[in-house]
């Protein structure tokens, strides 16, 4: 599995069994309903003539008795479950009680004054249970998740190690395919007298690696936030380093700082650059927001 992965599985594994562990009560939705019982007590249910509701219970239903079954039906359908209907509209509230092994309820039915207010399912569940359940499942997140954690960091170590090796052997296999500098002379400098002058290019391989000095003469520090090397109106630029001799860092979207009379010195990475050869480039060097833009035309790969 790639590394990356294993963080969005350790993200999507934490939300699946997080969503499980969330109290019931936020099953509600709607026309249903969820209450989580200690040991017992009163609840109230709304109904509907024109609806069915059903109550559900965690264990076997042994006692069901209505204390006004002229004006609402109870029916068991299955030794956990009643079904129950007010037969009038008008009907006066009135109770249910329920009685299982490990609990018992009173149930309080009133007749909704709409039919959206309504319940159709209503779930007793028993709190210690449900709490127990919660306690278990959030224990798999957490063990699942150190585990997944665990399995990165042996991954990062694996990678880390072999990365050494692995750029070796890119670089090896580009320097068999080509390798030569070749001097470049190109220069130019804005109207802030911030100076930009390309040094030479080394290629290795497919790629070019073009070098670039800026001398900064102006009384501001020139932060260089982007390097383009363009042809025509598409940038070939791929991995781009500055370096400066200035104490102040980079800091966000700057990839460099050259100081007030200082020199700083780049490097752009042109990728497939044998497709370009013979072709005029141009290297555009600018601060934050296309500011002290610096153009340098005339750049020919040979």
Known sequence: MPPRSLPLLIAAAALALGALAAPARAQDSGQARTILVDEGGSYEVLVHPDFVTILYLPDKIDKAIGSDTTSYEVKPIGPNSVALRPLKADARPANLALATASMKVSVVLRVASSRDAAMTQVTFKRADVEAELERR???????????????VAAMKQQRDAELPTLADEVIAARILQRRELRRLDAIERNDDNVVIETKDVLFLGDDAFVTFAIENRNRAPYRVATVAMLDGTRDTAGVVRVTSDAAETAGANVLGVVRPGGHGQGVVVV???????????????AEPGGRGKVVVGRIVLR
Do not use: H
């Not at 499942?137 to 399995?151: D, F, N, P």
């Not at 990728?271 to 060097?285: I, Y």
């Open 271 to 285: 990728r497939r650059a044998t497709d370009l050869v013979g072709k005029r480039l141009t290297l555009v060097v």
């Open 137 to 151: 499942i959030v224990e798999k997140v957490r063990a699942r998740t150190a585990e997944l954690e665990a399995q």
